[in-house]
């Protein structure tokens, strides 16, 4: 793989069990600041950190197929779908230098509420060098105040999109943008509840959602058609 040093990859893991507009006005917000070549959703197989998925892997890479598909540059990956194991950020971060992206090229990106747990992820803070991370305001969490809530790793954090692409090592840039207050469990109780979700997710999303009747049943374990397979949009085999 042959990779320009102006190659810039989005990266937004989640379970996606709705993906939502908070999730997509994150990623919205990190292409925008930092010019991002690409922008590569990757759904989660197995969520090391919180309950398991009321959608089957099949539904939630659809509904993030389809969200993507409405975005110039973005594309759904099943880099993560395609192993049983924990869908650890440092495991994935590794799957993409496999594949011969430099840690500067990669732009991991996350909410404030989230990267406020950094420290309790896996390979931390190691993780802090496979990729810069792009750090984005969510409702109660202003990505400008990380520096007093994450003191040890003020050194690192950057306030300016040029800051970070300049610099010759993986930084934390700070983006401040604002994003929707939206939660997926909040999504799902609506459906179950049978409450419209009209605003919270793409309306495409929403149209497969209902169509497949997807939530509106919160029965533990509850899958809808595992059986199916991965939809092929978006592979990460042999793409740049």
């Known amino acids: 793989m042959t990779n320009g040093p102006l190659r810039r990859i989005g990266i937004l893991g989640g379970t996606f069990d709705p993906v939502h507009i908070g999730h997509l006005d994150i990623a919205d917000a990190a292409h925008q600041a930092l010019g991002l070549t690409r922008v590569d959703l990757v759904t989660s197989n197995v ?28 594309r759904a990956a099943d880099i993560e779908l395609r192993f049983d194991a924990p869908s650890y950020t440092s495991r994935t971060l590794m799957r993409f230098h496999d594949r011969g992206y430099e840690p500067t090229q990669l732009f991991f990106i996350i909410g404030a509420d989230a990267f406020a747990e950094i420290a309790s992820w896996r390979d931390y803070p190691a993780i802090l060098d496979a990729a810069h991370f792009a750090v ?22 950057a306030t300016t999109a040029i800051d970070a692409l300049n610099s010759p090592n993986p930084v934390v840039v700070l ?56 939809p092929q949009a978006g592979r990460l085999h042999g793409q740049n």
Do not use: C, K, N
């Open 136 to 157: 984005v305001s969510r409702p109660g969490f202003p990505a400008f105040e990380m520096p007093e809530r994450l003191p040890r790793l003020s050194g690192r954090m």
């Open 47 to 74: 969520p090391p950190h919180r309950p398991q998925p009321l959608a089957s892997a099949y539904h939630r890479f659809a509904m993030v197929a389809i969200a993507a598909q409405e975005r110039p540059g973005w």
């Open 175 to 230: 983006i401040d943008a604002t994003t929707a207050d939206v939660s997926a469990t909040g999504i799902r109780g609506r459906l179950a509840l049978g409450e419209p979700i009209d605003g919270l997710v793409a309306p495409r999303v929403q149209q497969h959602i209902e169509q497949h009747g997807l939530y509106s049943s919160m029965i533990p374990g509850r899958r809808a058609t595992d059986t199916q397979q991965i």
